[in-house]
């Protein structure tokens, strides 16, 4: 009954997907709304994700040899101004402090929207020789973009994120440094978040404002639109110039360094629930899962039944991230819709009958499967399950993206594709930007990337019939 | 040559003590200052401190039962304005956003100078009944608080901290929760950054805007003055009733939860700097330091020398962190300069002759000894070393607090030995904020704490003479 009622509470992600996004993020107490429009507070289990997300990038970042640091939240104006593409993409949505303590501000701050402006201010000061080169730098911070329609983690005023700033001698370095970071998400979401992506390069149109190329991740969600996950940008030496960020090179003459940044946001958290959720709630993939096993009771009040749970969660704890729910005002039912909400990979059933028949009954969240397993195996059976769940939940949204990727070889095919249905749409492109509007203005579509590997399979524009440059993927965005 | 020229850079201490530390954070590359007046940079080698700052309290936070969470940035004026006292003490200090993208705000936004109004109302949103409580979270966050003077580190309009905040069902549950977090800073900054500490209560008059009780811990820098390292608030339910943060007891009544809040902030950096420093730089603890041991080959031309200390590195970087300063362009002198000013706690050096003799020199930043050491020996040597250097660090410290606290029976003594030199001086006090006033109207002077173990030497105020309620700690302070 109790459990009835809790599943009910959920909206069915078919009738209504949006809504069943937010029901999600809010019952498994991801997040929840500030007290200011567009923000979030990042609730402790919502957080936790977070966390785990940064300790993976943090490794990985490190081992390819960047170090953090922590520039200032607060940029003027005039040096958000002095790189001319970057400001007119950034200025209509900063915030502005326009006072400090009591006094009126000479020069108002814009609070960083990201934070391009104050490192090459610094690079600026600090870069002497060739020798200094390359600086491999990050930093974990929060950034605010004044946006007016917002949804938690997806697009919101305040985001985390982290943002790599590095600069180098060559161009071909630097290239090779923005291929390798749009790898490293790439592998991030893939082996991590079990999160299949398209890798490619933006149009001109939906690259970063001031970059010479971006490079994103696109993943597709559940109900088949795109979520641009990640994204590393070359800027040549356009900042630079800007700038001025020079160095003297072996033969001592002064050179414009060039340069890449690259970030992922708080927003990949969005990108996890839509993926993987279900009617149930959240499905995590347990690499990245908070809890990866949830020990519930059964008629814990018998003797001996609680002793257990928590020997077993002792000794799990050792090699998993275990709770054990032994929560005495609520019933085992209400306990497994409560895990299952939050995507734990792996429920622990035990009672006294299990106990006398040293077993317990293993239950998987993403196949919603319930086995009798000895407790002798357990500890084996539960590293063999960990494993597959991540293979198999990669393996499901793969297979979703597979079944709703489409080829369009004309305007028409391609306006009924997207009348009727959402997906990522491949389509051969003459390159300009007029088609590139068109398909926006007539299906609210964008070109989400040309991507590396382009499987071209006409020769002419899928959308104005002339000769064609790329085959690339479009679908509907959040 | 180059060596001496390196250290001439470098103030005194004994000369200018506030340059030496100016010349220390600038040139050991730890911060420098940013374009908007009172921000900093913090560089990767001041963040590496940071980072292991936050490992060690943050895993201790966790054993203790907390979670992290991620509240908004910006706090609307009507939120600040609930808590009188509160906004009282932090309205003057704050920045003001005004403008959201291309829109004036209706309601202008303060960046959060402390979280406290913006986590109390979700906490009054969220909280139901006593099966909930306690609420133990935490935040790692970046605050603003605009400040007239500032100095790297110890002073800054931007900082980045923990700010923890808690809610209990009863006083005393949050009482002791206050005490638990203020001996948990107390333990990490005398354990792992080798700073000890004077822990108590604070004034009246110096407690946060709002608590009822605020505990502190108090170290003193190298120069004598005191420097806050660390608070704990104690709030009674006095946020609770101006938020509503209520909770059904077990007899099913509304009642009012009790609070605290404590935080830890980038300052205590400034701390470590001026605790342990020298004239020839940085000296950091091997607990904190992000470099433990840096190896510097010597004749680094020769054959094998290379080699041979790149293998010492694989070796002992399984236990220890370990740079090898390998660059051809300067000479050994310039990097024993150049990690003697970073702190490095231990540098070994390598050379043919050592490689013949299978041996290398050991050098410890905190006495400046040299000895040789068989290469056979040295992992163990180093193990001790690191706690023989911890601890002796410690001790140098305490000796200073030793050498530097004094006793003023009277209101004559107390005026002569500020006259003439820093550190703590404890007094009696009657408890009126009207002596606090005098002291520090005549002295600059204020009452540091009032220390849990109050050695009374006196029975009346050393101050005005009346009966004494108090022994305290009084300094000039950072």
Same mark, same amino acid.
Request: hydrophobic letters at 35%.
């Given at each position: 009954?109790?459990?009835?009622?809790?599943?009910?509470?959920?909206?069915?992600?078919?009738?209504?997907?949006?809504?069943?996004?937010?029901?999600?993020? $809010?019952?498994?107490?991801?997040?929840?709304?500030? #007290?200011?429009?567009?923000?979030?507070?990042?609730?402790?289990?919502?957080?936790?994700?977070?966390?785990?997300?940064?300790?993976?990038?943090?490794?990985?970042?490190?081992?390819?040899?960047?170090?953090?640091?922590?520039?200032?939240?607060?940029? #003027?104006?005039?040096?958000?101004?002095?790189?001319?593409?970057?400001?007119?993409?950034?200025? #209509?949505?900063?915030? /502005?402090?326009?006072?400090?303590?009591?006094?009126?501000?000479?020069?108002?701050?814009? =609070?960083? #929207?990201?934070?391009?402006?104050?490192?090459?201010?610094?690079?600026?000061?600090?870069?002497?020789?060739?020798?200094? $080169?390359?600086?491999?730098?990050?930093? /974990?911070?929060?950034?605010?973009?004044?946006?007016?329609?917002?949804?938690?983690?997806?697009?919101?005023?305040?985001?985390? /994120?982290?943002?790599?700033?590095?600069?180098?001698?060559?161009?071909?370095?630097?290239?090779?440094? @923005?291929?390798?970071?749009?790898?490293?998400?790439?592998?991030? $979401?893939?082996?991590?978040?079990?999160?299949?992506?398209?890798? %490619?390069?933006?149009?001109?149109?939906?690259?970063?404002?001031?970059?010479?190329?971006?490079?994103?991740?696109?993943?597709?969600?559940?109900?088949?639109?795109?979520?641009?996950?990640?994204?590393?940008?070359?800027?040549?030496?356009?900042?630079?110039?800007?700038?001025?960020?020079?160095?003297?090179?072996?033969?001592?003459?002064?050179?414009?360094?060039?340069? @890449?940044? /690259?970030?992922?946001?708080?927003?990949?958290?969005?990108? $996890?629930?839509?993926?993987?959720?279900?009617?149930?709630?959240?499905?995590?993939?347990?690499?990245?899962?908070?809890?990866?096993?949830?020990?519930?009771?059964?008629?814990?009040?018998?003797? %001996?039944?609680?002793?257990?749970?928590?020997?077993?969660?002792?000794?799990?704890?050792?090699?998993?991230?275990?709770?054990?729910?032994?929560?005495?005002?609520?019933?085992?039912?209400?306990?497994?819709?409560?895990?299952?909400?939050? %995507?734990?990979?792996?429920?622990?059933?035990?009672?006294?009958?299990?106990?006398?028949?040293?077993?317990?009954?293993?239950?998987?969240?993403?196949?919603?499967?319930?086995?009798?397993?000895?407790?002798?195996?357990?500890?084996?059976?539960?590293?063999?399950?960990?494993?597959?769940?991540?293979?198999?939940?990669?393996?499901?949204?793969?297979?979703?993206?597979?079944?709703?990727?489409?080829?369009?070889?004309?305007?028409?095919?391609?306006?009924?594709?997207?009348?009727?249905?959402?997906?990522?749409?491949?389509?051969?492109?003459?390159?300009?930007?007029?088609?590139?509007?068109? =398909?926006?203005?007539?299906?609210?579509?964008?070109?989400?990337?040309?991507?590396?590997?382009?499987?071209?399979?006409?020769?002419?524009?899928?959308?104005?019939?002339?000769?064609?440059?790329?085959?690339?993927?479009?679908?509907?965005?959040?």
């Amino acid at each position: 009954m109790e459990n009835k009622e809790f599943v009910k509470d959920l909206t069915k992600m078919e009738d209504d997907f949006a809504k069943w996004y937010t029901d999600i993020v $809010l019952k498994a107490e991801l997040v929840d709304y500030a #007290p200011v429009k567009g923000f979030m507070v990042i609730r402790p289990y919502g957080y936790a994700i977070w966390e785990n997300i940064q300790k993976v990038l943090d490794a990985k970042f490190k081992e390819l040899g960047h170090k953090n640091m922590y520039f200032p939240l607060l940029i #003027p104006e005039s040096l958000l101004n002095k790189e001319k593409e970057h400001v007119e993409g950034f200025a #209509p949505e900063v915030a /502005w402090v326009t006072q400090g303590g009591e006094n009126e501000l000479q020069e108002r701050l814009c =609070i960083r #929207p990201t934070s391009e402006t104050i490192i090459c201010t610094m690079y600026s000061k600090w870069l002497n020789s060739y020798r200094d $080169l390359p600086y491999k730098y990050n930093q /974990w911070a929060n950034v605010v973009r004044w946006e007016k329609t917002t949804r938690p983690f997806l697009r919101t005023a305040e985001f985390l /994120w982290q943002e790599g700033h590095t600069i180098h001698a060559t161009a071909q370095e630097a290239m090779e440094e @923005t291929l390798t970071m749009h790898k490293v998400y790439a592998d991030f $979401l893939k082996d991590y978040l079990a999160i299949p992506v398209i890798m %490619g390069q933006k149009s001109e149109k939906e690259k970063f404002a001031g970059a010479e190329a971006t490079y994103t991740v696109e993943a597709m969600m559940h109900d088949g639109k795109a979520l641009q996950s990640g994204t590393s940008h070359y800027f040549g030496n356009h900042f630079a110039k800007a700038f001025d960020i020079k160095f003297q090179n072996k033969e001592g003459k002064l050179e414009y360094a060039y340069q @890449t940044s /690259w970030g992922m946001t708080t927003r990949v958290i969005g990108g $996890l629930i839509m993926v993987h959720g279900d009617n149930r709630g959240l499905k995590l993939p347990p690499k990245i899962a908070p809890t990866q096993i949830v020990i519930v009771p059964i008629a814990q009040q018998r003797e %001996g039944v609680l002793e257990k749970t928590e020997e077993l969660k002792r000794k799990l704890s050792t090699k998993f991230r275990v709770e054990l729910d032994d929560r005495k005002e609520v019933s085992p039912g209400f306990k497994f819709n409560y895990w299952e909400l939050r %995507g734990v990979p792996v429920r622990v059933e035990i009672g006294p009958k299990d106990i006398e028949n040293n077993e317990c009954i293993v239950f998987r969240r993403d196949t919603l499967e319930k086995e009798t397993v000895s407790l002798d195996d357990l500890e084996s059976k539960l590293e063999n399950l960990m494993e597959e769940i991540q293979e198999n939940m990669y393996k499901a949204a793969q297979e979703n993206v597979v079944n709703r990727t489409f080829v369009a070889h004309n305007f028409e095919e391609y306006k009924d594709l997207f009348s009727k249905r959402e997906g990522f749409a491949k389509i051969m492109w003459c390159g300009d930007r007029e088609c590139e509007d068109k =398909i926006k203005e007539e299906n609210s579509t964008t070109i989400r990337c040309i991507p590396f590997e382009e499987d071209k399979f006409q020769d002419v524009c899928s959308i104005c019939g002339k000769k064609a440059k790329h085959m690339v993927y479009t679908a509907r965005q959040y």
